[in-house]
């Protein structure tokens, strides 16, 4: 194993992720094998350092960014190992933790992978399944160059969770590197705090729902309790036929009310995504990000990207039919609406709505240039369904009192991102005690303060308002029992002793 020596600005690449928040590091190892890891972690030992895992850094919250110490990268460790057929007839595949989902899914596509080193069992396995038609890992973080182990670790989900859930659903078996012997189900205390409303995402801190399997607290840990060295990933049969509509509305009363129908359609949606005025004006001028696209009319306010999947054609054609009836009553039209039936159309579809967050951030890149203590941001607030009105509200008011308010995204799941972007440091400190008063909103409502990212190192304040000091003192005592140094991920989801302010 290399172990690099981190100096001046080279390497400067690893001490951030997609948050733009900032670390340091004096040690880079990328991982190879397990071997390596567990090297990583006894160098970190004898030198009481600390240890910040890194999958693709493309999460939003700062998880992968180190707080000193050594960096384990992790993208190097990308192989599939093998796969396995239930009694059900349900395959899964045993991968590292690396493998983007942009590689699974191109492997996923072409059938082809080299599996010249699996048993002799697992290549047959594999024969079969290449001969079984075509397969999907539903989860959908919408950044294709997320690794398996980073979405693991943060539960991530996306526009697809509406139908399919998130990532949890869709692990079978993960192995971990631990620091102590401590298991899930001898925990001390027995975790006692209440949890969001039912129905509500939840990605904040540890997953304390009562669990048979024994690696579920791992997910969602935000590598705070161990390393995750291998993942086995549930595939689903592809469904035959996938349509999607970007649906285009007058104003955001009309596009809500228009969501709210489809989701009482008992042909349920793969996805249901939102896009406010803002989000779209911002793609108007980023428009070299989706030019393969027509252009957008300027009466066209909102948006919703809806898409509809399954194995019978004429099921989904009523369901459109349906919803295209809907976007009548809401004030739209068919000739407001772009429409795809085929894979490169749905993924013009997808990378419009993928552009909303990449022009967001290439706008926090213009302004950090000026003042880099701004890092992004961007509200992960999922409330039970019928209170997004009440969230909404909030917004346009914020948005009245001069602040410029992007929301986009969940719709589907009553889970916006509402991203606030500032001019200079002084609104930046203004704007984080104006999300603090909107997470306050939706934890009175049940809601949760990380429907999918997580808490990071930039969201602690929050996760501390969810659960309160009883709720934080959990989760201190299941990370101490299980990494006793605290060397791994410091600073994400709670620090060892209580910071004031938090
Ligand atoms: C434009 C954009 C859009 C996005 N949209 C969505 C979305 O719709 N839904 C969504 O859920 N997310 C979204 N994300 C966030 C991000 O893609 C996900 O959080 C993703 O799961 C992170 O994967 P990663 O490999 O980049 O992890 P990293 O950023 O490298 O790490 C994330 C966390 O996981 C830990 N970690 C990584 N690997 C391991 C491991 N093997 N063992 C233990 N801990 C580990 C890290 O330490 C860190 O705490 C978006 C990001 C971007 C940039």
């Known amino acids: 194993m290399e172990i690099i020596k981190i100096s001046g600005n080279e390497l400067a690449e690893y001490l951030h992720d997609e948050s733009r928040l900032s670390g340091n590091a004096e040690y880079l190892v990328f991982a190879k094998s397990e071997a390596d890891i567990q090297d990583a972690v006894e160098f970190c030992l004898r030198r009481d350092i600390c240890l910040t895992i890194q999958g693709s850094r493309t999460g939003i919250t700062g998880g992968s960014v180190p707080a000193g110490g050594l960096i384990l990268n992790l993208e190097r460790m990308n192989k599939i190992l093998g796969i396995r057929r239930d009694e059900a007839g349900s395959y899964f595949l045993r991968c590292e933790p690396g493998l983007k989902l942009a590689e699974l899914r191109e492997i996923l596509f072409s059938r082809q992978y080299d599996i010249s080193d699996w048993t002799a069992a697992a290549k047959i396995i594999w024969q079969e399944f290449i001969n079984s038609g075509k397969y999907i890992f539903p989860p959908d973080p919408t950044e294709t160059s997320a690794s398996l182990g980073g979405m693991a670790s943060c539960n991530a989900s996306g526009a697809r969770s509406y139908k399919y859930g998130a990532t949890r659903l869709w692990l079978s078996n993960l192995k971990t590197y631990n620091l102590s012997a401590i298991k899930q189900d001898k925990l001390v205390p027995k975790p006692d705090i209440t949890l969001p409303s039912k129905g509500v995402k939840n990605a904040a801190g540890y997953y304390l729902s009562e ?292």
């Open 211 to 502: 669990s048979s399997r024994d690696f579920d607290l791992y997910i969602g840990a935000e590598g705070t309790l161990a390393i995750i060295t291998e993942l086995e990933i549930k595939l689903l049969p592809k469904p035959a036929h996938c349509w999607g509509v970007i649906q285009f509305f007058a104003g955001e009363t009309a596009a809500v009310a228009f969501c709210e129908e489809l989701k009482q359609q008992s042909y349920t949606a793969s996805a249901l995504e939102y896009f406010d005025h803002n989000a779209l004006n911002l793609l108007r001028k980023y428009r070299q990000m989706w030019d393969t696209l027509p252009e957008m009319a300027s009466n066209w306010k909102n948006a919703v990207y809806y898409e509809y999947e399954g194995d019978e054609t004429e099921l989904i054609e009523e369901a459109v039919f349906k919803a295209g009836d809907l976007a009548e009553k809401a004030g739209s039209s068919e000739s407001n609406c772009w429409f795809a039936d085929a894979e490169a159309g749905i993924q013009q579809l997808k990378n419009f709505r993928h552009a909303v967050p990449e022009a967001i951030n290439a706008e926090l890149d213009v302004i950090r240039q000026k003042d880099d203590r701004i890092s992004k941001i961007s509200t992960d607030l999922a409330v039970p369904a019928g209170y997004l009105h009440k969230m909404l509200r909030l917004y346009r008011q914020a948005e009245q009192d001069g602040w410029q308010v992007i929301a986009f995204g969940h719709i589907g799941n009553d889970h916006l991102h509402t991203n606030i972007l500032v001019s200079d440091y002084q609104k930046w400190l203004s704007a984080k005690k104006l999300v603090i008063e909107w997470a306050k909103a939706a934890i009175a409502a049940g809601g949760s303060v990380s429907g999918e990212h997580g808490i990071g190192k930039i969201k602690r304040d929050l996760l501390q308002l969810m659960y309160g000091e009883k709720g934080i003192a959990c989760f201190r005592s299941i990370k101490q029992q299980f990494d006793p140094d605290w060397i791994l991920n410091r600073g994400n989801i709670i620090e060892r002793e209580p910071v004031p302010g938090d």
